[in-house]
């Protein structure tokens, strides 16, 4: 295991400035989450550290080495694919045991640690099949088996989930929390999906256009987000966002959909209901204020109907305020 120090990478691609100067710290066992819209910078970040990209300017040190200059097979580290990247002619056992094949390792040490890493990941009836055989959440347990075998100081997972179907997803990502929990390898994972970064993350750093905009973990992101971008890209319904004057500077402010409650008789806000979606634990009611959708979430189940006033007040103690010019957060 090793920390990774990023150190004012940046990343040109020709005249395009993909990575902006980013510095990330991530401690020895740690699980990082590199987050944020398509086209961000994230896997190209990622990228860098494995050594599949130039770094244009900076350094990337791996376990306080610096690593620019070093080709991928020196770095220690392993890289799990979108795609799972496994070779069709050679069976599960051959794949998870590649890499050992190509370092010389002897058999019987190559033999023992596909044994063991198929034990970890349920594979053991699974070792003599080929990959065209295998379901898309078993190739991708081959795929994380072929990166513990070779027991190394990093893992890397390039948006590993987003070939599966939701509830595969949901199945998978814990299992790969386990399987960290269990070895304590620094990772670091790539996704562009929130609610990933929220459940699997010990630090998330969220990106937008090469830069960093907050880094943390997923609980003090969700509930101190440190402007507009991370508070609205944070968080499942997004927050709403009203704007309003203070008296001291203008602003925008934001309420987490939880943080709504149903109001009676005069009190409140009257709005317009639009869309109602009941998920069995949660109703989801989306409305209009003068204008401006706003998503509320109520653990009691209601029957609204589209068209249809109701009123709703916002828990102004837990409310988050924003320099509606800068999106920088104004409340502590």
Do not use: W
């Not at 990343?11 to 590199?34: M, N």
């Not at 907050?214 to 971008?229: I, K, M, R, V």
């Not at 959909?257 to 009676?264: N, R």
Request: aromatic residues 6%; hydrophobic residues 40%.
């Amino acid at each position: 295991m090793a920390t990774v120090q990023i150190r004012g990478v940046q990343k040109y691609f020709g005249a395009a400035h993909i990575i902006r100067g980013v510095d990330i710290d991530i401690e020895d066992g740690q699980f990082a989450v590199l987050v944020g819209p398509s086209g961000c910078g994230k896997s190209t970040l990622l990228r860098m550290i494995a050594g599949l990209e130039q770094i244009s300017e900076g350094q990337v040190l791996i376990g306080g080495r610096v690593v620019n200059d070093m080709m991928p097979k020196e770095r220690d580290i392993a890289m799990v694919f979108q795609n799972y990247a496994l070779y069709p002619h050679m069976t599960v056992r051959d794949n998870m045991a590649f890499s050992l094949m190509l370092a010389k390792q002897p058999k019987a040490v190559a033999d023992e640690r596909v044994r063991k890493a198929a034990d970890i990941l349920g594979l053991g009836d699974l070792l003599d099949r080929y990959p065209r055989q295998l379901s898309g959440g078993q190739r991708q347990r081959v795929a994380m088996g072929r990166c513990i075998v070779r027991d190394p100081q990093v893992s890397l997972f390039d948006e590993p989930l987003s070939n599966l179907d939701a509830k595969l997803r949901v199945q998978m990502r814990t299992e790969i929390k386990e399987l960290h929990q269990r070895l304590k390898t620094t990772s670091v994972y790539v996704t562009h999906d929130q609610i990933e970064a929220m459940t699997m993350a010990d630090k998330i750093v969220v990106m937008r256009d090469g830069i960093v905009e907050q880094t943390g973990s997923p609980l003090e992101l969700y509930d101190h987000p440190a402007n507009q971008f991370v508070a609205g890209f944070i968080g499942s319904p997004a927050m709403n966002f009203l704007p309003g004057v203070l008296r001291r500077s203008g602003g925008a402010a934001g309420t987490r959909p939880e943080h709504m409650e149903l109001a009676g008789g005069d009190d409140g806000v009257p709005t317009e209901v639009v869309v109602v979606e009941p998920t069995g634990a949660d109703t989801q009611v989306f409305t209009k204020i003068a204008g401006v959708e706003v998503t509320s979430v109520f653990r009691d189940r209601h029957a609204f109907r589209p068209g249809e006033i109701i009123r709703l007040r916002p828990d102004a103690g837990r409310a988050h305020l924003f320099d509606a010019g800068t999106g920088v957060r104004l409340s502590p």
